[in-house]
């Protein structure tokens, strides 16, 4: 049959008017559907694998939906490595929608890439044209699929030009890319995917107390540096020799050790127990032993009535540093110092610099003054929390006061994803953008998604399915 003679069968007006005719069919008879294009900022250097990559864009663009694949019973496939959704969908957009709508933002950040005024990305792999590995979020399902081929040639050059692209998209399979689109129907998609770890929060700190006991006679008030020594790899193991009483109670302290201009020698030595029924007049013997260097030296006293131990009554709760401790019993002689020693957020130990003397009642008040930090704010979805200490990053799946658990003080959690490291306890977390501020009281390495995402249970239990210790697990025939 001859060609429609009323066509020149390739003119400029032609070709306009069947791409204004297909964009009103699509925008008619289509839906409309979000575009995300991947940006990729990590690859293997060998096979270009991409290791890490991010969706922080979306285009609203208008498809029409061509098939729906796999959406019946037939569309679970269940083996022995667990469940897996074969849904398919086949989407066709415009042609000169995308160029004119989407295609100019990836041209400029590709010459950003080129130019170096964009640095975040690797490689400059945005192309222009739909590529495979972008997303397209699908409201009807409100899922995300990923492009897997993309046929720009059907129709075949109608008057000489293609109008359409066809998108073969697969349901999406969450690999931890980062899905920050700001939209929130898109973005929830993935809340609840991935590799999710939870920090355990202070929300309002809670104040350290403990109570002072007098010790008797002969006690080792003092251990004094007299030389701090050199080449010290690690810290000294402190020997102190028994009381000349078999009555009296060794006396027990740890070295410090710290390092300046490349020098490592001894900081302090504190008392863990200053023992009871010391003579001054037969001095115990103090041994440095270990570590490594040598040259240091120490002086100590004996005193009399000084601070023995301390009860911690209350370890408080959310310190970010370590608090003062200071003792209020009345004392004819000299005042006792102490250092608090935390672990997460905690005061877990008292160790005497100094036990002081002359104090005149069995017990006394300690003071532990110091910030215990109550948190402020609230963290938002996918926003960068930073740990004060450790450095570690992470983006913010959730953030709950468990008013459920207790309403007058509520356990704070706050589950995280895509993490740089591990989070200690005691240090601060601060949000990136809103700035919340809070204290670590635990952090757990656990993942808290959904068992069955990973199939574990479904592995598992698949390993019966077959026995691979007969000849033919599948039978003789």
Do not use: H, W
Not at 66 to 84: A, I, Q, W
Not at 240 to 260: D, E, F, L, N, Y
Not at 331 to 355: E, L, P, Q, W
């Amino acid at each position: 049959m001859a060609l429609n003679s009323y066509f020149l069968q390739g003119s400029k007006g032609e070709q306009f008017l069947v791409q204004d005719l297909i964009n009103e069919q699509l925008q008619m008879f289509g839906i409309e559907v979000y575009y995300l294009p991947r940006k990729v900022f990590k690859t293997d250097n060998i096979i270009k694998e991409v290791q890490s990559s991010k969706f922080d864009d979306s285009f609203i663009i208008e498809a029409y939906l061509n098939n729906y694949e796999g959406y019946n019973p037939n569309s679970d496939v269940l083996s022995k490595f667990g469940l897996r959704l074969t849904n398919e969908v086949s989407l066709t957009i415009s042609k000169e929608r995308y160029e004119e709508f989407i295609a100019p933002f990836l041209e400029g950040m590709s010459a950003g890439i080129r130019e170096g005024s964009i640095s975040e990305y690797t490689f400059e792999d945005l192309i222009t044209r739909p590529k495979e590995g972008d997303l397209i979020y699908f409201p009807l399902g409100e899922r995300l699929f990923e492009i897997k081929r993309v046929e720009s040639e059907k129709p075949f050059y109608q008057l000489g030009k293609n109008y359409t692209y066809e998108l073969s998209c697969e349901l999406y399979e969450y690999e931890n890319e980062l899905v920050d689109t700001t939209i929130e129907e898109v973005d929830n998609t993935v809340e609840d995917e991935g590799y999710i770890t939870q920090l355990n929060l202070v929300g309002t700190g809670i104040t350290a107390t403990g109570v002072a006991q007098r010790g008797t006679t002969g006690m080792l008030g003092f251990i004094d540096i007299v030389n701090d020594g050199s080449g010290y790899v690690s810290a000294p193991t402190v020997i102190i020799s028994s009381p000349p009483s078999v009555s009296g109670v060794q006396a027990r302290a740890v070295a410090i050790t710290t390092s300046i201009g490349g020098i490592n020698s001894l900081k302090e030595i504190v008392i863990t127990d200053p023992g009871t029924l010391y003579d001054p007049d037969n001095p115990p013997l103090i041994i440095l032993e270990g570590g490594g260097g040598a040259g240091a030296a120490v002086t100590f006293g004996i005193v009399n009535t000084g601070i023995t131990s301390v009860t911690i009554t209350e370890g408080g709760r959310g310190y970010a540093f370590t608090p003062t401790v200071e003792f209020a019993g009345v004392t004819t002689g000299t005042s006792a110092s102490a250092t608090a020693i935390m672990s997460g957020g905690k005061i877990v130990d008292i160790r005497f610099n100094n036990t002081g003397s002359g104090y005149t009642s069995a017990t006394s008040a300690v003071s532990i003054t110091g910030i215990s930090t109550t948190g402020i704010g609230t963290f938002i979805y996918n926003e960068i929390v930073t740990g004060q200490t450790s450095g570690v990053t992470a983006r913010v799946k959730d953030f709950k006061r468990r008013v459920d658990i207790n309403p007058t003080y509520p356990p704070i959690e706050l589950r995280v994803s895509l993490n740089s490291g591990s989070f200690y306890a005691g240090e601060a977390v601060i949000g990136g953008i809103s700035s919340a501020t809070y204290i670590v009281d635990s952090y757990s390495t656990d993942s808290f998604d959904d068992p069955y995402d990973a199939n574990k249970d479904i592995e598992t239990e698949g390993k019966g399915l077959l026995d691979f210790s007969e000849r033919n697990p599948f039978g003789e025939y």
